[in-house]
Structure formats: structure tokens, C-alpha cells
């Protein structure tokens, strides 16, 4: 039964204390109807063995996975799955482990858990009772407790309960879209709308009724300009765990956002505010949140996405095509929006189409041998969607050894967002450049060893451009050549606007010193002196714009002082790698910081405690030289969490040092000594192994 809890209780159960101190190996993955095997296996991997697999063959993830979790207590849990065969796929990389390692399966089908192999324990969630029905309620529809003429709001409330028959999903929906009605007269409506669409039954059939005519309800509810957010989440794969910045960026090029001119409020600003009203009324919800609280990822119940599907295709706002191809032909231009998630058919648009975004995800399990797409394919595509706004390439795999973006993507004049993510995409043409309304370019490839190609002018016409992200893992690898073929630099002059840049190779970029409004900045390979004086000499950190640094070096270069950047008030999150002469002259307002490769020793630990508003610090890989660490004195009088690497053998704590910490992550080879009379109440240790870098 969809809504009734299975996912929430799984969760709850991963999330648990017990569990956590239980289990040091575990893994979460959603499976959902279009599965993809090769990719659940290399997330467990990533997830219990840090380690990045996403290129394997799925013989090697079964063989490494298997031989890894051989002897360790372990919990797995698959959620969602609809098909046997993919369980009968997964398993084999899941060996019976230590004692104690437990596997966890969500699904909607019983069959799923009749496997010989498998000896399992089956549970049904129960139907919420009235009691529990109405404290979850409660929870969302009044979050600030009781308020004047509560007693009448409560009678209606439970009345409507009495129609959402238990069902946790459907309960917290209607409590979700109370939560924004203040009036009674506005609870009458909606209990008056509940009340003729849902009648009492306890067929299984009506109970999924129920479920949906609450979901369609709360869609009805919603402000107009907000049902356009909501049902752009259904071009998304299923279960998909959704970047909210990529989302953000998305819902902007489209064009959903408009701000009045000299309010001071930025149109990511009010992206956020759309989200954030989108997960109070329970239309979707929060995946994963960074340290400070803001939600990084975000997600849709599947029942809610059936529910973004079908509105969308009634309104000619969206459709969505995986495997199945029938009747597209006579549907394809009814649509504005296009999500097209390929397996083995991979048929792109061939007709003309007025669509504004077009995602492409080739979905390829690793059952087809067949997982190729043509570029005259992507070509012709192009061309019979001039007016995309929002183009998404995804998973796509070249055919025919072809490397190269076909040069009709400089015919798309008015897009704004383009994303080419974990494709075999490697050369960026030139005719790209024509691509002047560009405000987002995310590009990333599918191998480290990738050499990428990019003409040196491409982004000269770019004035608009806000975030230009580049393949992050091994970015000194970026190949670039001018038109004439001669190899040079790639010119940044022209992006006045740029706000993000990410992932760029000092060696392969120039150009630094013309971006007055970079807010984020990371910059690798920095190889001599003279390249790290260019990185200072940025008008955004002269001008105190940055809020987040990431600078990483090459071991022939020592970093003398940070003064550069002491002025930084702004600047919260820095990550350095790489060998500094001392650490001082830090900006004063940090409150997250990353030290890689750095050979620090004693004598910078008072500069780091002397941080006031530092909460987050992780120091490993080689980022402290010594063999022992003393805090002690009034040092981190906010740090919250601490991660020390593998190369320090004690750490010596006295009081009233760090007295807000919580968390010490340590290698198990490292030990602990106290002052005399120290004591940190709200301390816990936890060990843990580093992967390789």
C-alpha cells in the first residue's frame, strides 16, 4: 500500500542511535520500477566503502561488494522495489556478512521476499489509529501549538481524519494544507471538499483512492504560480534524490521567478522560499540537509510524482517517457516539457517542438549490452526543439567512439541551463558560444582520465552566466585549444556575472581577475607562487564577495600567508589543500573548515582555537604534522565537531576547551588523554577509517 509508512519506519529505523552505534557499514538506496542495477551497487559501495565505483562493470561491484562486506556486520536497506528480478540482481552482492548484518526491503509487493534464498521476517505497517492519526496531524497542521477557538478547529479536523482511515501519507498531506489556512471558514471548505470526494471503505483499492484524492486536493489548494514549482519535480526519475541548487537553477531558467526590480530580494532567494513553502505543506520532502540546516536535497513520494505526471499531461506542462514508446508520436507536441528516461529505446524528438526544458537520463541498466546514442541523434533533436530553455544530459553514452557535443547545440539561442552530468561527452564545440542567454553551465563527465576539449573563446559572449561548474575530480585534465588548434588558455574575461565557479584547473583558466562577482570559487593544481598571487588578486576576494573558498595546490608550492583573504567577512566555508608556511591571519567569521595535506604543527593550534565562530573543523591526509595535539585554554569556543586524520597518535583535551563540542571523529590508531579534573559531557567519539585519497 503506497503512503502507509514503509519508507518513514525504514528510515526511522537506519536513522536510529542504536543502529548507528550497532552498525559502522551501512547503505541506503531507493530502487523504484526503472532500476538500475550497475548504480545501485555502486552507491552501497560508496556508501559502506567510500569508495567511487561508478564506472565498474557490475561483475567487479558484485565481486569487490561481496569480498568487502564478507566480514562485517552490515545494514542494507533497498527501499522501494517493485521486481523480483532486480532484488535476484542485487543480492549476490550481499553475502550472509557477520553476525548480526541485516538487510531491509521496502515494497508494495509480497512476492518480492519469495526468494529460496532468502529468510526474512515480513511486516505489514498497521493503520495509524485514531489517537496516533490525530498526534501526527497535530504535528504539521498546528506546529505552534493551540491557538484561539482551538476546540472548533479540532472538531473539524478530526472529522476529516476519520477520512484519511489511518493512512500516514494521506494524514500529514491534509495537515500540510491546513497548516495554510487560518480560518474556519476555510477548514469548513476543505472538510466540505474532503467530504464529497472520499467516502468510507476498507478495500485496498479505496484506500489508495483516498490517498490520491488527498494529494489531488492539496494540489488544487496550492497558490497558481506554486503548482508550476510542484509539478516540474515529476520530470525527475522516480525516487530520485534531487539537487535543490540544480533545481533552483532549473525553476529560474524557466522562467517561473520574477522579482520587482530594487527590492534587494534575489531570484535565488525567492527559489528558496518556493521550496521552503513546498516542504511545509508536505508536497515534497527534505532529502539530505548540509551542516548549517539548509535542505541540499530534496525528494517526491511516488505517489506524488504520479500525481505531478498526470496534472502535467492534462495541462500540456509536462510528459514523461521511459522504456515504453507507444503513442508518442501523438503526444510528444502536446507538452512544454519533456523527460525522457532511455533503457533500450532511445528514440529523441523528430518532430517540431515548442518544448522550453527537455531532460534526458539514460537510465541503462546493465542487463542491455545496448546503451549507446548517435550524436547525429542528439543533433536532430536540437534542431526540432529551438525554443528549449532547460536541456539535461545525463548518463549519455556516445556511440562509435564520437566525443564531441554535436554543433547544433549552438542553435538552442535561448537556452539558459545547460547540464551535461556523468556522460561521455569529452569535447564542448565551438559553436556553443552562441549560447548568449546561458545562465547556467553544470559539466561533468563519466571517467577521470577523460581529456576534455573546450575553444579557449567559448565563454567571451557569456554575460549572463551566474554558475559554471567543470568536472570537479580531475580538473588539471581539461584540454583546451583556441579555434585554430593551438593550445592556450580558456578566457574568463567576459563573465561579468559569474557567481559560481567551480572545478577550474589554474593551469587550463585565465581570467580570474576580471570576476567581481564570484560568490562561490574552487580552483585546483595551483602550481607555483605566481599562480596563487593571480588567485589573490581576484577582485571578488578583494572586494569581500566569496562565501566559500575551496584552493588546492601542488606540493612543489607552500602557501606563506592567508593575510589575502584575513579581510573576508563573509567568507564562512574555506578548504585548503596543500602545505602552508603558518596558519594565521584566518577570516574571523568562519564557521566551517577544511584542512587537507597542510603539515601544520602545535604552534598553529591557538590560531585555529582563537576562531570564535568556528563550529565545523576537519584536519586529515596529511594536514598535521606532529605526532601529538594539545587543546586546551579557551580554544574553539564554538566547534561542534571535530575529524582528525590518521597521522596523529594523542590528542590531549583540558577543560574549558571546546565546550560545545559533540562530536570527535578519530582513526582507531589515534588515543585520547585528559588534563586532570576535564570534562566534555556532551562528547562523543566516534572512529572512523578514511578512505584513500
Known amino acids: 500500500m503506497g503512503g502507509s509508512g514503509k519508507t518513514t519506519l525504514a528510515r526511522k529505523i537506519f536513522n536510529h542511535k542504536t543502529i548507528e552505534k550497532h552498525f559502522k557499514w551501512k547503505a541506503w538506496v531507493s530502487v523504484s520500477q526503472e532500476w538500475n542495477a550497475q ?54 552482492a550481499l553475502p550472509l556478512g557477520k553476525t548480526g548484518s541485516k538487510i531491509i526491503v521496502t515494497s508494495r509487493n509480497d512476492d518480492i521476499v519469495h526468494l529460496t534464498d532468502l529468510r526474512c521476517t515480513i511486516y505489514n505497517p498497521p493503520k495509524l489509529t485514531v489517537q496516533q492519526s490525530w498526534e501526527l496531524f497535530s504535528k504539521v497542521a498546528f506546529p505552534n501549538g493551540n491557538f484561539p477557538n482551538f476546540d472548533d478547529f479540532e472538531v473539524l479536523a478530526k472529522q476529516m481524519l476519520e477520512r484519511c482511515d489511518g493512512l500516514p501519507l494521506a494524514i500529514v ?159 510528444l507536441t502536446k507538452s512544454r516539457r519533456l523527460a525522457i ?127 559554471l561548474r567543470f568536472p570537479y575530480r580531475n580538473p588539471i585534465r581539461v584540454l583546451t585549444t583556441s579555434a585554430s588548434g593551438a593550445t592556450s588558455k580558456i578566457e574568463l574575461n567576459g563573465l561579468k556575472s559569474l557567481q559560481t565557479l567551480w572545478g577550474i584547473s589554474s593551469k587550463s583558466f585565465r581570467g580570474l581577475e576580471h570576476l567581481s562577482c564570484l560568490k562561490e570559487l574552487k580552483i585546483v593544481h595551483v602550481a607555483s607562487m605566481e599562480e596563487m598571487d593571480a588567485v589573490w588578486q581576484c577582485p571578488s576576494i578583494k572586494m569581500d564577495r566569496l562565501c566559500k573558498l575551496n584552493l588546492q595546490w601542488e606540493d612543489n608550492v607552500e602557501a606563506q600567508s592567508l593575510e589575502p583573504i584575513s579581510h573576508c567577512r563573509h567568507l564562512t566555508l574555506l578548504t585548503l589543500r596543500g602545505r602552508l608556511c603558518m596558519l594565521s591571519n584566518l577570516p574571523y567569521n568562519l564557521s566551517e573548515l577544511r584542512l587537507y595535506q597542510s603539515r601544520l604543527r602545535q604552534d598553529s593550534i591557538p590560531a585555529l582555537g582563537n576562531l570564535h565562530h568556528l563550529r565545523w573543523l576537519t584536519m586529515c591526509y596529511g594536514a ?11 580554544a574553539f569556543p564554538q566547534l561542534v ?27 582507531p ?25
Open 641 to 667: 565537531t571535530l575529524l582528525l586524520g590518521d597521522l596523529i597518535e594523542e590528542i590531549l583535551l583540558g577543560s574549558p576547551a571546546m565546550p560545545q563540542i559533540q562530536w570527535l571523529f578519530l582513526h
Open 39 to 92: 548504480y545501485i551497487l555502486s552507491e552501497i559501495s560508496r556508501q559502506v566503502n567510500k569508495q567511487d565505483a561508478e564506472s565498474w562493470r557490475i561483475e567487479k561491484l558484485i565481486e569487490e561488494l561481496h569480498c568487502f562486506l564478507q566480514d562485517k556486520a552490515y545494514l542494507i536497506v533497498l527501499d522501494d522495489i517493485w521486481q523480483k528480478e532486480a532484488l535476484a540482481k542485487i543480492l549476490p
Open 173 to 331: 498531506s491534509l495537515g500540510g494544507l491546513l497548516s495554510r489556512k487560518g480560518s474556519l471558514n476555510e477548514w469548513e471548505n476543505v472538510k466540505a471538499a474532503v467530504s464529497s470526494n472520499i467516502m468510507a471503505s476498507s478495500s485496498a483499492s479505496h484506500q489508495y483512492k483516498i490517498v490520491r484524492d488527498i494529494l489531488e486536493l492539496s494540489y488544487r489548494e496550492l497558490p497558481y504560480q506554486l503548482k508550476s514549482y510542484f509539478l516540474y519535480l515529476g520530470l525527475f526519475p522516480e525516487d530520485m534524490e534531487i539537487s535543490v541548487s540544480m533545481l533552483k537553477r532549473m525553476w529560474i531558467a524557466e522562467g517561473f521567478i520574477t522579482r520587482d526590480i530594487g527590492s534587494g530580494v534575489t531570484l535565488e532567494d525567492m527559489a528558496s522560499q518556493h521550496m521552503e513553502e513546498l516542504i511545509q505543506r508536505y508536497m515534497i520532502q527534505v532529502g539530505r540537509r548540509n551542516r548549517r540546516g539548509v535542505v541540499k536535497t530534496c525528494r517526491i513520494h511516488d505517489l506524488m510524482r504520479d500525481l505531478c505526471i498526470t496534472k502535467g499531461k492534462e495541462q500540456g506542462f509536462l510528459e514523461v517517457f521511459s522504456t515504453d514508446a507507444t503513442s508518442r508520436q501523438s503526444t
Open 624 to 634: 598535521y604534522a606532529d605526532a601529538k595535539m594539545i587543546i586546551r585554554g579557551d
Open 669 to 693: 590508531s589515534q588515543w585520547i588523554t585528559y588534563e586532570p579534573n576535564s570534562s566534555f559531557p556532551e562528547m562523543k567519539v566516534v572512529l572512523v577509517y578514511l578512505p584513500e585519497m
Open 341 to 467: 528516461h532511455l533503457r533500450v529505446d532511445h528514440t529523441l524528438p523528430t518532430q517540431d517542438l515548442h518544448v522550453r526544458s527537455l531532460l534526458v537520463n539514460h537510465d541503462s541498466s546493465s542487463d542491455f549490452a545496448q546503451k549507446t546514442m548517435m550524436v547525429k541523434e542528439l543533433a536532430a533533436a536540437f534542431k526540432k526543439c529551438k525554443f528549449l530553455r532547460v536541456l539535461q544530459l545525463c548518463n549519455i553514452q556516445l556511440a562509435n567512439d564520437e566525443k564531441a557535443l554535436p554543433e547544433e547545440i549552438g542553435q538552442l539561442i535561448f537556452l539558459r541551463y545547460l547540464e551535461i552530468r556523468n556522460s561521455s561527452i569529452y569535447e564542448i564545440p565551438q559553436s556553443i558560444s552562441n549560447l548568449c542567454m546561458l545562465l547556467t553551465f553544470d559539466y561533468g563527465v563519466d571517467r577521470d582520465d577523460a581529456q576534455i576539449r573546450i575553444p579557449s573563446d567559448v565563454f567571451n559572449k557569456m554575460e549572463r552566466l551566474v554558475y
